[in-house]
Structure formats: C-alpha cells, structure tokens
C-alpha cells in the first residue's frame, strides 16, 4: 500500500464549476501538506501549503486538512480552463524535509 | 515564492555516456536540495536528499555511483548521471527549501533521452 493515494483521473469538468480533489495517506507522522500544480513537462508549482489540522484559502483555492481521518483536500472555485493540469499532493513529517507525493489528478476544464 | 533554476530543460545523450543536471536556488541559500525522478503519468520518487558540503543520502534502490550527486554550494546542486542507458531516461526534478523552510520550490525539471 502506497503511503499517499490520490486518484489519477482524468477529472473532467465544465468551465465555471467547483473542482474537488483529494488524497489519503497512512503516515499519521506526516504534519506538513502540500498541493502543487503541474503542466505537462515542467516542474511542480506551490499551490498551497498548510500545516496540521484545518482549512486554509487563498482566492479560488481551499485546501483542508482532516488529520483524524488522514483525508486532504483541495477546492477550486470557478474553475478556469487554465487550471487544466495535474494536481499533487505531498506531504511530510517534521524530522524529514523530503516529500512524500501522491500520484497525482489529471484535471480538465473544459471551456 | 522562492526561484529555483534547474538546466538544461531537455537532454538527448547517447547510451554510455554522462549528463550533468543543475539545479540553482537564484533568491535564497539552499543548505538542502532534493532530487526527484518522475516516470510518465507517475508520480515524483525522491532519489536523494542533497547537503551542502557533505555526501548525499541516497533513498534505498538509487545506486549512489550511477547518480553522483555535489552540493558545493549554498546556491549549487549537481545531478550527474553516469553510463547512461535508456532505463535512465526519466524527467528529473531538483527542488530546495531554504533554511528552517518548510515549503519547498522545485525547479522546472530535466528530460533525459538516452538513446
């Protein structure tokens, strides 16, 4: 069993829609989280990072933390076509600066 | 955020022979630099951890003299790929967080194509 499973997709929605991504993991050690963008051949971007427990927004983006079920998510309001990409979750505990990521969501918004 | 410059972006070599990765943190010192593996529609596999002015920590499975690793400087990290062969063709990814950084930034990944 891998150590962070996300569902690869491909998720297709509709211009305009609230996109919901998410991944579980088992490492009850793990305390920081991530969401990264990425495009076709190009290097992760930071999308969102939270620490612990709880509910962090930033424009259209939410992402939420629930450490009692090992469950993370990532919300995208008004999705744009722009935000076609692969989304990443990653994570890791305090003693271990490396992340752990998940295998990623194929995302399209189509126009 | 934080910008990290990795280069070249593409590669093509031929089977045998060695290619050297950069990966420079440009705004910020990096004491520790990653190195990550990423098949296609696969996700990033940690290599190695990074550290200035020590050896690097290899994750289990990576052989440590195919994929040399140097971290000469606060700004500098190498990935040199050695005798390769087309198993190794792969995008390779650096990523840096800084001192006491808890984000980390990566850079805009290598494609390698031995042939």
């Known amino acids: 069993q891998k150590e962070v499973e996300q569902d690869p997709g491909p998720l297709s929605v509709p211009e305009g829609a609230i996109v919901s991504l998410n991944c579980t993991y088992s490492?009850?050690?793990?305390?920081?989280f991530m969401w990264y963008r990425q495009y076709s051949r190009k290097g992760p971007e930071l999308l969102m990072y939270?620490?612990?427990?709880g509910n962090k927004e930033d424009g259209r983006f939410t992402a939420q933390v629930d450490k009692s079920s090992k469950y993370i998510s990532l919300f995208i309001r008004d999705s744009q076509p722009s935000d076609s990409a692969t989304y990443l979750c990653?994570?890791?505990?305090?003693?271990?600066?490396?992340?752990?990521f998940g295998s990623g969501t194929r995302l399209q918004v189509q126009p | 955020g934080a910008v990290v410059s990795q280069h070249p972006s593409r590669v093509i070599c031929k089977s045998g022979t060695s290619v050297k990765i950069e990966c420079r943190s440009l705004?910020?010192?990096?004491?520790?630099m990653f190195w990550y593996r990423q098949f296609p529609k696969q996700s990033l596999m940690l290599m190695a951890t990074?550290?200035?002015?020590?050896?690097?920590?290899?994750e289990q499975g990576v052989e440590k003299d195919k994929f040399l690793i140097n971290h000469a400087s606060l700004t500098l990290s190498t990935l040199t790929v050695t005798s390769a062969h087309p198993e190794d063709s792969s995008f390779y990814i650096c990523?840096?967080?800084?001192?006491?950084?808890?984000?980390?930034?990566f850079g805009q990944g290598t494609r390698l194509t031995v042939v």
């Open positions: 990523s840096a967080g800084g001192t006491g950084a808890t984000e980390a930034f």
């Open positions: 490492n009850s050690a793990f305390q920081y």
């Open positions: 939270t620490y612990s427990s």
């Open positions: 990653a994570m890791r505990n305090t003693g271990r600066r490396a992340l752990t």
């Open positions: 705004d910020f010192q990096a004491t520790t």
């Open positions: 990074s550290n200035e002015g020590s050896k690097a920590t290899y």
